[in-house]
């Protein structure tokens, strides 16, 4: 692949394999646009939510849904979700948020609704001078970029991936999302057919970025 094309990473795991990090840090090394699509599941959660509407599919579902307005701000390397001018802040992150999110992000009108605003978050790269995209999540590798330059999925032991929700202060439902997300029948959480694993649990952050580094470069050189 020539220097100076346009490159698509995609990340994808479960809650805290440590995709945020190493997509951040990616994002720097390779002057990536950084997008993180949990993020989109989680504001338009909070937004339903706030509307009083149901994680079920029906007439007050695609309402609430029309009634979003998209958009993207860029703020450094991070693309950020706006609804209707709103940019979301840590409230996305709530005990509450984490504990809905999944029920939401299995119904099949929210992903329809969000897939072609993350598909388009490429040509947002192109036009903010980005030499690529990075983008994570749990359905990127396999719906949203299938042909991505790089296809990974993290993975790491639970007790590591409660040590570092711990740390960072936030109270998750991990095993349970991840339960919902593995088991829904549309764009299932699941290491798709010729992405790398990689396992994290025993990795420092720098190790797992040098590691994803080293596969970036094989692609570029
Ligand atoms: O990455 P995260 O933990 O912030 O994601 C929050 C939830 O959003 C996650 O439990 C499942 C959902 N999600 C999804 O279904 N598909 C994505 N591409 C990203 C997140």
């Known amino acids: 692949m ?4 346009f490159i698509i990473v995609a990340i994808d795991g479960g809650a805290a394999a440590g995709k ?3 997509s951040r840090g990616i994002s720097e090394r390779y002057c990536l646009m950084h ?25 007050a579902l695609s309402k609430g849904l029309a009634a979003l307005d998209l958009g993207t701000s ?5 693309a950020s979700i706006t609804i209707s001018n709103w940019t979301p802040d840590a409230s ?16 099949p009108s929210l992903r329809e609704f969000l897939l072609k605003y993350q598909r388009s978050q490429a040509d947002v790269a192109k036009a903010n001078g980005f030499k690529g995209l990075v983008m994570e999540g749990r359905d990127i ?4 970029f299938p042909d991505a330059d790089l296809r990974l999925f993290l993975v790491a032991d639970p007790e590591k991936r409660a040590q570092r929700r711990a740390k960072e202060g936030i109270q ?3 095993q349970a999302r991840d339960r919902i997300d593995s088991s829904r029948k549309t764009a299932p959480l699941k290491c798709p057919e010729g992405a790398t694993l990689l396992d994290t649990s025993d990795l420092s952050l720098d190790a797992v970025i040098d590691t994803v580094s080293k596969m970036i ?5």
């Not at 989109?40 to 959660?45: D, I």
């Not at 996305?92 to 119904?107: D, F, G, M, T």
Request: no cysteine; net charge negative; glycine share 10%.
């Open 2 to 5: 020539p220097n100076d094309s």
């Open 141 to 144: 590798g396999s719906v949203i």
């Open 20 to 22: 945020s990090s190493t």
């Open 35 to 59: 997008v993180d699509t949990g993020s989109f599941y989680r504001a338009t959660t909070l937004k339903l939510m706030g509307a009083g509407i149901a994680p079920e599919e029906g007439d």
């Open 92 to 107: 996305i992150r709530s005990q509450k948020i984490n504990e809905n999110v999944s029920r939401y992000a299995a119904l």
């Open 217 to 221: 470069d094989k692609l570029i050189a």
């Open 172 to 174: 998750d439902s991990i």
């Open 74 to 78: 860029v703020t450094g390397n991070a």
